[in-house]
C-alpha cells in the first residue's frame, strides 16, 4: 500500500486507506486495476470526494471508491446511523428495531444484509425483508411495528447503474434537515467498517431477525380497504387495465392491492412484470418519461382492448397513467393526476363520511406542483398546506397533524408521486393505482372517462396548466454561475423584472432566502444553502420555478399558469400563452448556447 502508487500523496492515502477497508473482492480489484492503469484522473474522481448523505440519504453509481455506492460506504452510513440512535434513543431502539427492504436492483440484497449486519451486532431487532419489496412497504412496516428507523434499498428510476440507500426516521417519515446533517456528521465520525460489520453469517438463525412480509402483507391490504369507496361496483368493472412494473417490484403488490379494491387482476406487459436489473426494454427505467417508457404498455394494452395504463417505477412508489380516447393514448402528466386524485378522495371521503367536519380535512403539495388543490380547498371548505420539494417535508407534516387529530387525504408532488391516505408517510405508487382503478370504474359508471373528468374539475376550480422540464448540466459550475446570474440580472442583488415581453411581479430565491412578495423580505418556506430554488410569479399568471436536483445533473423548470378569468381566455388560450412563456424562460434564463446545457431529449 506504499504511497508511490501514483505519486499524489493525497491520492495514495486515499488508496492505501481503501484498499485497507475494502473487504470485498471485486471493488477492492476496481481500485487495484485502477492503480496499475495509471488512471489518476478516474482515481481522483472515486476517491477524493465521498458520497454525500441527505434527506434522500444516499444515491449514485455502484462501483469502488468514497463517492461511488458499494459494500464500504453502506456499512459506513448503517455506522453513522446505529451510533446516532444509540445516543438519541437507545432504549427505544433495542426494544422496537429497524426495517429494512430492498429492490431488485444489483447487490440490493447484499446492501441489505450489510445493512442489517452492522444492527445486529449492536443487539438491534431488525425486521429485513425476504424478498424483493415495494419502497412504501417499508415506511409502513416503521409504523406497524414502531421501529426507529426504516431503510430502503432501491435507487428508484435511476439508471441500471445506480443504487441507492433511502432512510426513514420512527414517525414512518423520510428523514428531513437538520436531522440529515446530525446523521451525516455521525457517518463522518465511522468511518472505519468495524471488523464484525462483515460477517453477514450473523444473519442466519438468529432470534433478533424478522420477516416482516407476510404480516406487513396483510396489514397494509388491511389498511388499504379505507380508502376503497365502491368495491362491490369495482368488482363488475367493464374496463380493462394494463399495468408495467418497469421492471421493477411492483406487480406483485399491485395486483394484491387491485385484488382487495375488488379487480380482477389487471393485463400485465410480458415484458416489463418481472424485476430485472438491467432494465432492457427501456431507455430510463421511469414511467415519467412518458410514452418512450410507455411504448410497450401501449402494444399490450391496444392487443387486449385496455384502455388505460397503470405504471408503477422499479420500486413501486410512483404512478404514471395513460388513458385511450378516441383512438388516441393520453398521458397524464403528474400535476394533472393531482387535480384528479384530489377531486376523488375529497368527494369519496365526504360521501363515505358526512358528518365529519371538512375543516378538519388536509391535502398538501409541494412548492414546484400545481395549486389546483389549494383552489379546490378554498372552494370545499378543507385546508391546503405547501410545503418545499420532496415528499420528507409533506411526510413530516402529515405526521404532524395527525398528532394534532387531522385527517389528511392527499398529498402529491408532480414527479408522479401520490400519497393517498396517511397509512404511508411518503409516495405510494401501489395504493395509487388501486384508488385510479376504482376512480376510472366509477367514472365510467357516470358516462366519464378521466380525460372528461379533468375538464370538468379545470372548467370548476380554474385552469391550472403546466409544463415541466429540465436541461442537462454536467458542469455543476455553469449550473451555479446560471442561478447568480438571475440573482444579479439587472445590476448586483437585482432580480429580472421580465422574462421577454412578460413583467415579473415577485421574486422568491430560497437559496438567498428572500421573498420579495413577503414584508421585510424572509420566505415563508424553509431556506437551503445547499441547493438553488428561484420562483418567478408573473403579472399574467403564471409561476415558475426552477431548481436543481439533489440526484441527477438536471436544472429543473416547472410552470404553472392561471389567468385572471376576466381576461377571457379559454383552455386553448391559456396554454398558448405558457407555451410562450416557457419559451421564454429557455431563452432568456436558461440561455443553454451559453452555460452548454443540454435540452431533454
Given amino acids: 500500500m506504499a504511497t508511490e502508487r501514483t505519486g499524489n500523496v493525497e491520492l495514495d492515502a486515499c488508496i492505501e486507506q481503501w484498499l485497507s477497508w475494502d473487504k470485498n473482492e471485486t471493488t477492492n480489484a476496481e481500485i487495484i486495476g485502477l492503480v496499475k492503469d495509471n488512471d489518476i484522473g478516474e482515481l481522483k474522481k472515486r476517491l477524493l470526494k465521498r458520497i454525500s448523505f441527505g434527506t434522500a440519504g444516499l444515491r449514485a453509481r455502484m462501483g469502488a471508491g468514497s463517492a461511488y455506492m458499494n459494500d464500504v460506504t453502506v456499512i459506513q452510513a448503517t455506522q453513522g446511523i446505529l451510533r446516532h440512535l444509540e445516543a438519541t434513543r437507545n432504549e427505544e431502539l433495542k426494544k422496537s428495531g429497524v426495517v429494512i427492504g430492498y429492490d431488485g436492483r444489483?447487490?440490493?440484497?447484499?446492501?441489505?444484509?450489510?445493512?442489517?449486519?452492522?444492527?445486529?451486532?449492536?443487539?438491534v431487532p431488525v425486521y429485513l425483508y425476504s424478498k424483493i419489496n415495494a419502497t412504501p412497504y417499508v415506511p409502513y412496516a416503521v409504523t406497524h411495528y414502531g421501529c426507529q428507523c426504516g431503510i430502503m434499498v432501491t435507487?428508484?428510476?435511476?439508471?441500471?447503474?445506480?443504487?441507492?440507500?433511502?432512510?426513514?426516521?420512527?414517525?414512518?417519515?423520510?428523514?428531513?434537515?437538520?436531522?440529515?446533517?446530525?446523521?451525516?456528521e455521525s457517518i463522518n465520525n465511522n468511518l472505519t467498517p468495524w471488523e464484525t460489520s462483515w460477517n453477514t453469517d450473523i444473519l442466519h438463525d438468529n432470534p433478533l431477525v424478522k420477516d416482516p412480509y407476510e404480516e406487513i402483507l396483510e396489514a397494509y391490504n388491511k389498511d388499504l380497504q379505507s380508502l376503497c369507496y365502491q368495491k362491490e361496483l369495482n368488482q363488475s368493472s367493464p374496463l380493462r387495465f394494463t399495468y408495467t412494473a418497469m421492471h421493477g417490484v411492483g406487480y406483485p403488490y399491485t395486483?394484491?392491492?387491485?385484488?382487495?379494491?375488488?379487480?380482477?387482476?389487471?393485463?400485465?406487459?410480458?415484458?416489463?412484470?418481472?424485476?430485472?436489473?438491467?432494465?432492457?426494454?427501456?431507455?430510463?427505467?421511469?414511467?415519467?418519461?412518458g410514452e418512450g417508457a410507455l411504448k410497450l404498455s401501449m402494444e399490450t394494452a391496444d392487443a387486449?382492448?385496455?384502455?388505460?395504463?397503470?405504471?408503477?417505477?422499479?420500486d413501486a412508489d410512483?404512478?404514471?397513467?395513460?388513458e385511450k380516447v378516441n383512438g388516441h393514448w393520453k398521458i397524464f402528466t403528474g400535476n394533472?393526476?393531482?387535480?384528479?386524485?384530489?377531486?376523488?378522495?375529497?368527494?369519496?371521503?365526504?360521501?363515505?363520511?358526512?358528518?365529519?367536519?371538512?375543516?378538519?380535512?388536509?391535502?398538501?403539495?409541494?412548492?414546484?406542483?400545481?395549486?389546483?388543490?389549494?383552489?379546490?380547498a378554498i372552494k370545499e371548505n378543507f385546508n391546503f398546506i405547501e410545503t418545499l420539494t420532496g415528499f420528507k417535508w409533506m411526510g413530516n407534516r402529515t405526521s404532524a397533524l395527525m398528532e394534532e387529530g387531522k385527517r389528511v387525504l392527499f398529498a402529491f408532488e408532480e414527479a408522479?408521486?401520490?400519497?393517498?391516505?396517511?397509512?404511508?408517510?411518503?409516495?405510494?405508487?401501489?395504493?395509487?393505482?388501486?384508488?385510479?382503478?376504482?376512480?376510472?370504474?366509477?367514472?365510467?359508471?357516470?358516462?366519464?372517462?378521466?380525460?372528461?373528468?379533468?375538464?370538468?374539475?379545470?372548467?370548476?376550480?380554474?385552469?391550472?396548466?403546466?409544463?415541466?422540464?429540465?436541461?442537462?448540466?454536467?458542469?455543476?459550475?455553469?449550473?451555479?454561475?446560471?442561478?447568480?446570474?438571475?440573482c444579479n440580472y439587472n445590476g448586483t442583488d437585482n432580480y429580472p423584472r421580465s422574462c421577454g415581453p412578460y413583467a415579473i411581479s415577485h421574486v422568491r430565491d430560497l437559496n438567498k432566502g428572500y421573498d420579495s412578495s413577503v414584508v421585510g423580505g424572509q420566505p415563508l418556506l424553509p431556506t437551503s444553502k445547499s441547493s438553488q430554488m428561484i420562483t418567478f410569479t408573473f403579472e399574467c399568471g403564471c409561476?415558475?420555478?426552477?431548481?436543481?436536483?439533489?440526484?441527477?445533473?438536471?436544472?429543473?423548470?416547472?410552470?404553472?399558469?392561471?389567468p385572471n378569468p376576466n381576461r377571457g381566455l379559454d383552455r386553448d388560450g391559456v396554454l398558448k400563452e405558457l407555451q410562450d412563456i416557457v419559451k421564454c424562460i429557455e431563452k432568456y434564463f436558461y440561455q443553454p448556447e451559453k452555460f452548454g446545457f443540454q435540452a431533454r431529449t
Fill in 255 to 289: 395486483v394484491r392491492a387491485m385484488e382487495e379494491f375488488g379487480f380482477s387482476p389487471p393485463i400485465p406487459v410480458k415484458e416489463q412484470v418481472e424485476a430485472n436489473p438491467d432494465f432492457p426494454t427501456v431507455k430510463y427505467p421511469n414511467p415519467e418519461e
Fill in 336 to 376: 394533472e393526476l393531482g387535480a384528479l386524485f384530489g377531486w376523488w378522495l375529497f368527494y369519496s371521503f365526504t360521501k363515505s363520511n358526512p358528518e365529519f367536519p371538512t375543516t378538519d380535512l388536509y391535502m398538501l403539495s409541494s412548492t414546484v406542483s400545481s395549486k389546483i388543490l389549494q383552489a379546490i
Fill in 155 to 184: 435507487a428508484s428510476h435511476n439508471p441500471k447503474e445506480d443504487n441507492g440507500y433511502k432512510v426513514y426516521w420512527y414517525n414512518g417519515a423520510q428523514i428531513a434537515s437538520p436531522l440529515d446533517k446530525h446523521l451525516a
Fill in 543 to 562: 409561476v415558475a420555478t426552477l431548481r436543481t436536483s439533489g440526484t441527477e445533473p438536471k436544472i429543473k423548470y416547472y410552470t404553472e399558469h392561471c
Fill in 318 to 322: 410512483r404512478l404514471a397513467v395513460a
Fill in 416 to 486: 408522479i408521486g401520490f400519497m393517498c391516505g396517511d397509512k404511508v408517510l411518503d409516495k405510494d405508487g401501489v395504493s395509487a393505482a388501486a384508488v385510479m382503478a376504482e376512480m376510472a370504474t366509477w367514472l365510467n359508471g357516470e358516462g366519464h372517462t378521466l380525460s372528461s373528468q379533468l375538464e370538468e374539475i379545470y372548467k370548476t376550480y380554474g385552469y391550472y396548466l403546466s409544463i415541466n422540464s429540465y436541461y442537462i448540466s454536467h458542469d455543476p459550475s455553469a449550473t451555479e454561475r446560471m442561478f447568480e446570474e438571475l
Fill in 106 to 123: 444489483y447487490n440490493s440484497h447484499r446492501f441489505a444484509e450489510l445493512t442489517a449486519t452492522v444492527f445486529l451486532n449492536a443487539e
Fill in 304 to 314: 387486449h382492448g385496455s384502455t388505460i395504463i397503470l405504471a408503477n417505477d422499479p
